[in-house]
């Protein structure tokens, strides 16, 4: 897919980083590149079943001037830190067919340490400004106040929304599709690297859903990519393995309904 980024770097951002995305069709331009502020950077700290994030330091918040000029098929939407305000989420929402949001940083707080946990965020009319979430137990319950991931979906279904997926690590998803609520077994992974599977899910369900314009089905692709990714390292991740087809359809044949809404 033809793919444009709103993202900033800083000036210690890694040529050979910027060389290797460029091949890959997404180009840093200056509009990307802070000339005041280092790149946004984590401390991660794994202590099974969870990990723990201190933020290091923060880049620049993204602007209103890097929005696309023109119409786009689909966006997919996440903040890390906070970087994108509800305002200007609103008018990516405005530019796409479909915007599909990781809302982790509009859910993040930071102590004066840097150290992350999940609150309950100040704006929750940020559900309402998109077409689809993904988000994790934690997250959920941070935007619907509801601690099961059913009754969180269903509060979400509740204030309009029709498409979302849950993840519980290891645990079965739950799947939001219209007006059923779905649940999806994880495939079993050897984990060495948790590191950026929340985003090869959520691209992997965005680009899914714009070829197939089945959730149900997006989300299975994406789950069948994120547990496939475990087992790699870093940018090693984007290289799946043809298998994830495979695994794919078999979530998709095994869904479950567990809820109407």
């Avoid at 903040?79 to 067919?97: F, N, Q, Y």
């Avoid at 929750?124 to 979906?153: H, N, Q, Y």
């Avoid at 959520?202 to 475990?230: E, K, Q």
Wanted: hydrophobic share 40%; glycine share 8%; charged share 25%.
């Amino acid at each position: 897919m033809d793919v444009s980024v709103m993202t900033m770097v800083g000036p210690d951002f890694p040529d050979e980083q910027a060389v290797w995305l460029a091949r890959n069709g997404i180009a840093l331009g200056a509009a990307n590149r802070s000339q005041k502020r280092g790149t946004t950077r984590f401390r991660i700290e794994t202590k099974a079943p969870e990990r723990e994030l201190t933020l290091l330091n923060r880049c620049d918040d993204i602007s209103k001037e890097q929005l696309p000029q023109a119409r786009v098929n689909a966006s997919l939407v996440s903040p890390i830190a906070g970087e994108v305000s509800p305002s200007l989420l609103a008018e990516i929402s405005a530019l796409s067919d479909f915007t599909f949001l990781d809302p982790q940083g509009f859910v993040r707080s930071f102590d004066s340490r840097g150290c992350v946990s999940v609150k309950v965020p100040k704006d929750r009319s940020i559900i309402t400004k998109v077409d689809g979430l993904k988000m994790d137990r934690e997250e959920a319950a941070a935007l619907t106040g509801m601690d099961s991931p059913k009754a969180a979906l269903q509060k979400l279904a509740g204030l309009g929304l029709r498409k979302a997926v849950v993840t519980q690590g290891s645990g079965e998803c739950y799947v939001l599709d219209g007006a059923r609520i779905y649940s999806v077994q994880v495939p079993k992974a050897q984990v060495v690297d948790q590191t950026g599977a929340g985003d090869i899910l959520g691209g992997a369900i965005v680009s899914m859903y714009l070829r197939t314009r089945d959730f149900l089905r997006s989300a299975c692709f994406g789950i069948a990519a994120s547990s496939l990714s475990l087992h790699m390292i870093a940018l090693a991740k984007v290289d799946l393995p043809m298998s994830v087809d495979e695994t794919a359809m078999r979530l998709y044949s095994q869904a479950s309904p567990v809820a109407s809404v």
